[in-house]
């Protein structure tokens, strides 16, 4: 049976322990967190401490920030690198087991005028590349995983399948970068989901859940079966986080997740 998780803000409590008593009771196996930037997150430690002291499961953390690694100014990669490698200490002093970040979100895309970017597509691998290498290394002397997202095509412009993340991870070479897929994202962009999770399974190290519409799993259409069938097949035996908007009574919403995905066959 596969783990679910929820993201923290997504579960009504003021406290990290009292969400993770609703999530408890509604059938969730941990939190995954969310980090702003700022240094936010690190600034968060007394809280996360005691959280762990209480029994909270924090395996994972999700960057909530406005920019990343990709981004074409020089300084805001800089800064979001820096941010990047305090996520991964923080989660890493935690017992964790990492961070997950896109390459860039909502900087540009080509699907969107003008079309063009600034940079062309050899500028941007060797900036994913250079920062992922850097951010791999940091992860490993952490003892964590970094795990690269691919967004869908109006979000990001330069990963955005499996096989992009796939192949700039085989390249950097670290084992301790892996790709952190998200079921909204490739209900977009890959043509069979099942069988880009089969393709890459030697480099699939997070699932994020949302279903078609970006809402809670069961609220759209994706093929459930197939997707959790194929995280089956591989032997994934991480966590499946929920990261979703919420239709309807959003504490149901929330506490419908975890059965709805184990009678899918998770």
């Known amino acids: 049976m596969l783990k679910t998780a929820a993201q923290e803000q997504l579960l009504p409590g003021d406290t990290l322990q009292e969400k993770w008593e609703f999530a408890q009771a509604a059938g969730y196996d941990a939190i995954e967190l969310r980090a702003k930037g700022d240094f936010h997150f690190r600034g968060r430690l007394p809280e996360l401490r005691q959280a762990l002291k209480d029994g ?28 990047m490698k305090s996520q991964l200490s923080v989660i890493g002093e935690l017992g964790g087991l990492g961070a997950q970040t896109p ?40 003892g964590v995983t970094l795990y690269l997202e691919p967004l869908n095509r109006y979000e990001d412009h330069m ?30 962009e890959e043509s069979d989901p099942a069988a880009s999770i089969l393709a890459h399974a030697d480099v699939i190290g997070h699932a ?20 959790l069938g194929a995280l089956k097949t591989i032997g994934y ?18 506490r419908s997740v975890p059965g709805f995905l184990r009678r899918s066959g998770a």
């Open 237 to 254: 035996d991480g966590y499946l986080a929920a990261e979703c908007r919420l239709t309807g009574d959003p504490v149901e919403a929330v």
């Open 159 to 188: 990963v955005n399948r499996l096989e992009q993340a796939a192949e700039l991870i085989r390249t950097v070479g670290s084992d301790s970068v892996r790709i952190g897929i998200d079921s909204y994202h490739m209900n977009i």
């Open 56 to 83: 909270v499961v924090m395996p994972t953390v999700c960057v909530d920030m406005l920019h990343f690694f990709g981004a074409f100014d020089v300084e805001l990669r800089r800064d979001a690198i820096a941010q």
């Open 208 to 227: 994020q859940v949302s279903d078609s519409n970006r809402f809670q799993p069961g609220a759209g259409h994706l093929d459930w079966p197939a997707w």
């Open 103 to 142: 390459a860039s979100y909502g900087m540009f895309s080509r699907r969107l005028p003008p079309f063009e970017p600034p940079r062309s597509e050899a500028e941007d691998r060797d900036v994913l590349q250079a920062g992922l290498a850097e951010l791999g290394e940091h992860a490993r002397a952490e």
